[in-house]
């Protein structure tokens, strides 16, 4: 599916001009009609599956239970 650029900002949460800065550099791959640029949505769904892995992996680390102190006396 293809979103013209103002779709893809709000997609994204981004302002427009930086989605437009973003596909004029090639950051963000898109293609122009002639009239406008379009994105294809399908080069964003890894980047939020990574993203929620990440998260994941924040969140697991997070609530991740501290080991209890090893109370060792050195006895030299």
Do not use: C, W
């Not at 302002?15 to 090639?26: A, D, H, M, N, S």
């Not at 990440?54 to 991740?64: A, M, R």
């Amino acid at each position: 599916m293809y979103m013209t650029i103002e779709e893809t900002a709000d997609y994204l949460g981004m302002p427009v001009r930086q989605v437009q800065k973003y596909v004029l550099e090639g950051r963000i791959k898109g293609i122009h009609d002639g009239e406008q640029y379009l994105v294809s949505q399908s080069q964003f769904e890894l980047y939020f599956k990574q993203l929620e892995t990440v998260k994941q992996q924040i969140d697991d680390y997070l609530n991740e239970q501290i080991p209890p102190d090893r109370d060792i006396k050195d006895e030299d």
